[in-house]
């Protein structure tokens, strides 16, 4: 991208538009006759934070930003939800990534349950992390068994909510694009499975954060497009369609959030802050209610990252013959019997099993 970057030009050019450029893709033209994106009602577009507070109204609202550093911005931070909230507690649930070091008891937000975060004990680094503010108008309870947290390759905190009859759960995930350690191919198979075991539970989700992928690229990049491809065929929608890092001479849609929920009505978007240089992005979601629903039984396959599981996970690498991998002298080679590794003891560890759902 030469030519100078800004948000009319992003508004009004399809290239920067995900579900118009999956609409026109060529290869799933004929399998789009019914796009995923029909299968809910969303728009998504640009915002100033006063918008929100009309928009979230009544509704169940999520946000989500990477600070890069929480305390570092905090002013900026409040003050940026405060505008967005008004008068009133409008955002139900707020996602954070890079939150940095934090103690338990810094930062909190009134009118929301002390912050949950979980950050990296690597003494030699104090960034990654996320984190979640949760409104006191909702219950909930933290789901250990899903917070997948692999420092600098997939780190993650999911939550269950009590909204009304209905459990509903969340999740923050930040992908670190840091090499070597961004292990893109781990974060697929960790974001796979985690999607197959939500899909077993029978419940609403909502995943959101910085995942490090420019979903505009799917066409062009071969791991962006299977990562897509994926979040469909789990059954998950991208809310977010339109770029959420902008610079001079570039617009990326690397900050996301996807639901499983088909019967909704949402309006979703991007925020215009400079608290860090992410804007900030939000979900809307009023349901509505579908008198027919077609059911047929699928087989998923899923892993279970009981606490168990991942200290056996941890007993299998202490384990492991690593001397190979410092002896080669080619880094690439290196790299990948490094990986070929850490993915046998990944399997071993948490192996998949099948479970039958009917979707």
């Known amino acids: 991208m030469a030519n100078e970057i800004n948000l009319d030009h992003i508004t009004t050019h399809d290239e920067f538009n995900l579900q118009r450029l999956c609409e026109m893709n060529d290869d799933t033209a004929d399998e789009l006759v019914d796009s995923p994106f029909e299968l809910g009602s969303n728009t998504c577009g640009y915002f100033e934070p006063s918008d929100i507070k009309n928009i979230a109204s009544g509704n169940l609202t999520l946000f989500c930003l990477n600070v890069q550093g929480l305390r570092a911005h905090w002013d900026n931070f409040y003050n940026l939800l405060s505008e967005m909230n008004g008068d009133s507690q409008h955002i139900g649930i707020i996602g954070i990534t890079e939150l940095f070091s934090m103690n338990a008891g810094e930062c909190d937000l009134p009118g929301y349950h002390p912050l949950e975060f979980v950050t990296r004990n690597d003494s030699n680094t104090s960034k990654g992390g996320v984190a979640m503010y949760i409104s006191n108008q909702y219950q909930y309870k ?192 290196s790299y990948n019997l490094f990986l070929e590794k850490y993915l046998g003891a990944y399997n071993q560890a948490f192996s998949p099993s099948n479970i039958n759902k009917y979707l």
């Open 142 to 333: 933290h789901r250990t068994d899903l917070s997948v947290f692999i420092p600098n390759v997939f780190e993650s905190l999911f939550v269950e909510l009590k909204i009304g009859k209905k459990n509903i759960i969340i999740g923050t995930i930040y992908r670190p694009n840091t090499y070597p350690l961004a292990n893109l191919d781990i974060f697929l198979q960790n974001m796979s499975d985690l999607q197959n075991i939500l899909s077993s539970e029978n419940k609403d989700v909502y995943i959101m954060g910085d995942m490090n992928i420019d979903l505009l690229k799917f066409h062009d990049h071969i791991k962006t497009g299977d990562y897509l491809e994926n979040i469909f065929s789990a059954g998950f929608i991208p809310l977010i369609t339109k770029p959420t890092r902008i610079t001079e001479h570039s617009a990326t849609l690397i900050d996301h959030i996807y639901t499983n929920k088909q019967d909704f009505i949402a309006t979703s978007g991007i925020v215009i802050t400079d608290v860090s240089d992410h804007f900030g992005i939000f979900s809307s979601i009023t349901c509505k209610h579908h008198k027919h629903k077609i059911f047929t039984k699928s087989t998923k396959t899923y892993r279970s990252f009981s606490q168990p599981n991942i200290e056996n996970f941890k007993k299998i690498l202490l384990e492991v013959d690593f001397s190979n991998v410092l002896n080669t002298q080619c880094v690439n080679d």
